[in-house]
């Protein structure tokens, strides 16, 4: 373990020194906009592909139980999700959760154009696990450790053990919000490192540098941050608008995703709150000014996007499944996480960005974009 960890701990150290010193270098898989070879190669693959094929490549798809419901393995025989989210109620023994996944991949293996599945949950640690087993320490037990590099880089590694193990190859975690006030909404059940920005920068980077290491991908997740929300402000339950400084966010909150960029991280999900100091009117998942220009163009961030919960209480002044799934992919999102426990939801996201393909509400090169970091990011998993 000792070398394994050293080694970690200087990527860490290097990438927080890059981040600090200089722009986020553009080394990231899959650019955001496309090469312009790629780019005329994935348009023309795709126009040979139904727009509803097209559309669940983009989506993140969620079902209740221990067992794959056959409508799922349908949608997974005929390429029409790019992968599944799984939750607690979804296990039950080693034994049961290594046949559902079984199922699930062989299902996608059937697929027309058959690509990896991304198989994903929340294995952030301490509280936020939704599978048995590492890694063991929440984010703030890690940010007091006695060595928190070495803690950190021992809770990222446990944790592409316990997915790797378990047949998954992508964890929504580590969490990069940096909470300014104690027990409140991200502190209280111990999901943040720290109220320093460096320090949540160096362990973050050092969990995701050792969990990508060994094979999983990782989602540094809620950018642009949801420290600053206090206890009862959850977007998971209510709209919530976080009156931060234009230079307090950057300072703050947008901080540890310049390392974990800097560190490869693949993919960015993005928070359901409002910031009114980059845009007043939209949560920031169904914002292109946060998503294109704060995170694409001024981070430089070039993986793959994710949205938070679509179901989630924050964007009840927005419609339905299809009408959030559309104004995420508007605003550069790529992919739509469905976990409502629903496969409904995930159809009816598939639906509507299907026909605002067709009718041109979707513009065709940004899908191609889209669709195409999504299965660089398939093409590299196990």
């Not at 899908?367 to 590299?380: H, I």
Request: hydrophobic share 45%; net charge negative.
């Amino acid at each position: 373990m000792a070398p394994f960890r050293s080694v970690a701990q200087l990527g860490v150290v290097l990438a927080v020194m890059g981040a600090v010193l200089g722009p986020v270098p553009l080394g990231s898989p899959a650019p955001p906009h496309g090469a312009p070879s790629e780019r005329s190669a994935a348009m023309a693959g795709q126009e040979q592909e139904d727009s509803r094929v097209l559309a669940g490549r983009r989506i993140v798809l969620s079902y209740s139980g221990p067992t794959p419901p056959a409508g799922v393995l349908r949608t997974l025989r005929e390429g029409r999700a790019a992968g599944v989210i799984l939750f607690g109620e979804n296990v039950t023994s080693p034994d049961q959760l290594a046949e559902a996944v079984a199922e699930l991949k062989q299902a996608a293996a059937e697929a027309p154009q058959p690509r990896t599945l991304l198989l994903m949950t929340d294995q952030e640690g301490g509280k936020v696990r939704r599978l048995p087993g590492a890694p063991e320490l929440s984010a703030r037990r890690v940010g007091l450790a006695a060595d928190p590099v070495a803690a950190a880089t021992d809770s990222g590694a446990g944790a592409a053990r316990t997915l790797a193990d378990a047949g998954l190859n992508l964890n929504l975690a580590p969490v990069l919000d940096v909470y300014d006030k104690p027990d409140n909404f991200i502190d209280h059940p111990e999901r943040s490192y720290s109220q320093d920005p460096a320090t949540v920068a160096q362990l973050g980077s050092a969990f995701l540098t050792a969990q990508q290491g060994l094979g999983v991908a990782a989602t540094a997740k809620h950018f642009p941050g949801l420290g600053a929300a206090p206890r009862s402000e959850n977007t998971d339950e209510r709209p919530v608008t976080l009156n931060v400084p234009l230079s307090q966010l950057r300072a703050r909150g947008e901080a540890p995703y310049r390392a974990a960029i800097a560190a490869g991280v693949r993919l960015v999900m993005t928070s359901w709150a409002v910031y009114p100091a980059l845009d007043p009117d939209r949560p920031a998942g169904f914002s292109p000014t946060v998503v294109q220009g704060e995170l694409r163009g001024r981070l430089g961030f070039q993986g793959v996007t994710v949205t938070d919960a679509l179901e989630a209480e924050a964007l009840a002044p927005y419609g339905g499944a299809g009408d959030r799934a559309l104004a995420a992919a508007q605003a550069g999102m790529d992919l739509l996480l469905c976990s409502a426990r629903d496969p409904q939801q995930a159809e009816d996201a598939t639906e509507a960005l299907a026909a605002a393909l067709d009718d041109g509400r979707l513009e065709r090169h940004a899908f191609a974009d889209a669709v195409a970091r999504v299965d660089a990011l398939r093409g590299s998993l196990g």
